[in-house]
């Protein structure tokens, strides 16, 4: 464990850098727009992804525009779906000053909240107003934090509204953590006081962990309440209908390029 902890970690090491050497020679031939940021940030999420040696299986079919809406059990969902489909998050601003990791967030797009600010929220109700223009979609977690997926918080309506209210459809994402040996989902969540680097560790010396993602069918809303609580039953359902089917897919996925596409405060 010792030796696969060691090599992920510097393999990590070097994909971040290699990948920040190709966002600025992405900014050297001009102006990067928004969807540039988003697919410069999916390949470098199916980078990290097999540095980590984590392999992934998509259901559904990735949307390419709209609102998606899913469960959160770390940060690592942001890698898992990023390389499902080029998108833009919304993070915690905490996030923006994590040590490369919020430089690489702020490269692909993300709209930060400070989730103690009213004028903070509606600043971020407003800038998803403007990408949900774009043909990329933006990804929320509506739980508002990452949990040990035991279940789905309430979802938080405020920033569900800038769909409902311009008319754009709604995905719903279930994700699910599967380890070959059968250990529990809830230990490779993110939750409680565990710190970051403690889970970074134990994710780096984990062997067999691949993630499934199980996109729902797009709707459209026009009521932010009824939509929060519509999605949350629906990935609460195709979470458990998930975990009865069992691993019945291969961990070790193709992370190339080319593919398609407790709480924690």
Known sequence: ???????????????????????????????VTMERHALWGQQTAKVIMACVGIGYHIEGKPPTHGLVVSNHLSYLDVLILATAMPCFFVAKIEIGGWP???WAARACGTIFLDRNSKESAM??????????????????????????????????PRLIDPATSTGKQITTAAVRYVLEDGTPE?????????????????????????AE???????????????????????????EEMQKTGNSHPSDVDLSPGTP???RE
Do not use: N
């Not at 060691?6 to 992405?26: D, E, F, N, P, T």
């Not at 949900?132 to 309430?154: A, R, V």
């Open 186 to 210: 809830k230990e490779l969540c993110w939750y409680g006081d565990e710190s970051f680097t403690t889970h970074l560790l134990k994710v780096l010396g984990v062997a067999g962990f691949s």
């Open 261 to 263: 596409a407790g709480t």
């Open 100 to 102: 490369i990791f919020g």
């Open 123 to 156: 600043s971020v109700a407003d800038q998803m107003i403007e990408r949900l223009k774009q043909p990329i979609p933006i990804l929320l977690f509506p739980e508002g934090t990452s949990t040990d997926g035991s279940q789905l918080l309430p979802f938080h």
């Open 1 to 31: 464990m010792i030796f696969r902890r060691i090599r992920r970690a510097v393999a990590l090491v070097l994909a971040l850098a290699l990948s920040i050497v190709r966002y600025w020679l992405l900014r050297l031939r001009g102006p």
């Open 213 to 239: 993602v199980r996109f729902g069918q797009s709707r459209i809303y026009t009521d932010r309440r009824v939509a929060a609580d519509s999605t949350q039953a629906e990935i609460a359902k195709m979470r």
